[in-house]
Nanobody, 115 residues
Framework: QVRLVESGGGLVQAGGSLSPSCAAS????????MGWYHQAPEKQRDLVAT???????NYADSVKGRFTISRDNAKNTVYQRMVSMQPEDTAVYYC?????????WGQGTQVTVSS
């Protein structure tokens, strides 16, 4: 069992930045991949970025060059630096951890970008 707790969402103006983080606890030694997904109202949950245990990263095309995912294995925490934010980035952002092929999700943190 893995428990994830996100923090650091909020309201920002277009062009601004936010840096949410996600702390993992529980059976953390078996986590393979950590990442962020977002879900706008009445839309599906989509991948934003992932980072493997070896540091390999993957980004959605819409956030490449603007978002940076990082991981501190000693603190069992994953971060996402988001800059040059746009109104279309508005969504609930969910932290994800994959272990043994199973996904665990955080409760989500709201990110709102005003124009």
């Amino acid at each position: 069992q893995v428990r994830l707790v996100e923090s650091g969402g909020g309201l920002v103006q277009a062009g601004g930045s936010l840096s949410p983080s996600c702390a993992a606890s529980g059976n953390i030694f078996s986590i393979d991949i950590m990442g962020w997904y977002h879900q706008a109202p009445e839309k599906q949950r989509d991948l934003v970025a992932t980072i493997n245990s070896d540091g390999t990263t993957n980004y959605a095309d819409s956030v490449k060059g603007r978002f940076t995912i990082s991981r501190d294995n000693a603190k069992n925490t994953v971060y996402q630096r988001m800059v040059s934010m746009q109104p279309e980035d508005t969504a609930v952002y969910y932290c994800d951890a994959v272990t043994g092929g199973r996904h665990y999700w955080g409760q989500g943190t709201q990110v709102t970008v005003s124009s």
